[in-house]
């Protein structure tokens, strides 16, 4: 089992950036594809990014292409989600989550454990 903590939230304007973390619990973290999702009150949980267990292979949702990048530190049990060029639109609670295995998709229900989540907000 492992859980899972968001931090790195908070209020930017349009334009800027910022990076979340994701803290894991647990000894096998390297044996748990990652992901962030996002939800905004009203819609369904979008997906973000997602990174494999050793994080070697990575997948992006058109919206964060070119803008967001996911990387993690297993040694460190961290998974991190630097966002730059942020959009109003963008706003958002983010959540990570963790799935068992090599890796996951844009799926929420492949995806076990989830952290509390960090709000976004970007300002126009």
């Known amino acids: 089992q492992v859980q899972l903590v968001e931090s790195g939230g908070g209020l930017v304007q349009a334009g800027g950036s910022l990076r979340l973390s994701c803290a894991a619990s647990?000894?096998?973290?390297?044996?748990?594809?990652v992901g962030w999702f996002r939800q905004v009150p009203g819609k369904e949980r979008e997906f973000v990014s997602a990174?494999?267990?050793?994080?070697?292979?990575?997948i992006h949702a058109d919206s964060a292409k070119g803008r967001f990048t996911i990387s993690r530190d297993n040694a460190k049990n961290a998974v991190y989600l630097q966002m730059n060029s942020l959009k109003p639109e963008d706003t958002a609670v983010y959540y990570c989550?963790?799935?068992?295995?090599?890796?996951?998709?844009?799926?929420?229900?492949?995806?076990?454990?989830w952290g509390q989540g960090t709000q976004v907000t970007v300002s126009s």
């Open positions: 989550a963790a799935g068992l295995g090599a890796m996951g998709t844009r799926s929420p229900d492949e995806y076990n454990y």
């Open positions: 990174i494999s267990r050793i994080g070697g292979s990575i």
């Open positions: 647990g000894r096998t973290f390297s044996s748990y594809f």
